[in-house]
């Protein structure tokens, strides 16, 4: 054979290699944005665990949202906390987590702004069935909501800032001893006293 066959062998052959290496590269920085891009489930999964407690995260239930943003089960859980991603349609990032006893009252209020309902409304309506025993409050639990500013380039969450809630249906400055206006962060205070979504807020202070 040939130098100038076999030479015109090698170049075909080292064409396709190239091709072969470019296509496969391309792949893998596809799959690496994955991770960064904010629709994507594992942006979502990453971000919305940022809100559950560390002890809890592995086997946390998430929600979030699919590609063509229907909300929707990202993952299975089997411990006792709910995981929401942020809601793609929002303008500020927030993800929340909260206690799985607190899913009839977190699930009836996604229901109600889905058929249109405002802040108000909602606070109405499930006051009126709490009270009327069609929703099922618990006594005491717990909520978290994590925020921040997201890096487009990265897709990493700056200023990360996680504050609690912990709710008490029905509780008054009287039956807590906590003050039912807003205080300074790090001091707790109650709102929403006397009603069934009356909860301590926790909010530390920002750095």
Known sequence: MSHKC?????AIKTRIMVRSISFLSCL???L???????????????TALMAVPSA?????????YDDNG???????????????????????FSTAAYHKSLEPFMARGRE?????KDFQEVFDIREAEVKAGKLTMPDKTTL???????????????NPYLRAVFYLPYATGASTGLPTTPMPP??????????????IMISPPKN
């Open 6 to 10: 076999l030479g015109s062998r090698i």
């Open 28 to 30: 893998l920085f596809a």
């Open 32 to 46: 690496l944005l994955q991770g960064q891009n904010p629709n994507s489930k594992a942006w979502q999964i990453k």
């Open 56 to 64: 809890y995260q592995e086997g946390a239930k998430i929600y979030g």
């Open 70 to 92: 229907k909300f929707t089960v990202l993952r299975e859980g089997n411990n006792d906390y709910i995981a929401l991603a942020n809601d793609p349609n929002s303008k500020k």
């Open 112 to 116: 109600l702004r889905s058929e249109g």
């Open 144 to 158: 978290y909501v994590f925020t921040g500013t997201v890096n487009s380039d990265s897709g990493a969450i700056e």
């Open 186 to 199: 790090g001091q707790p205070w109650l709102m929403d006293a006397g009603t069934h979504r009356a909860h």
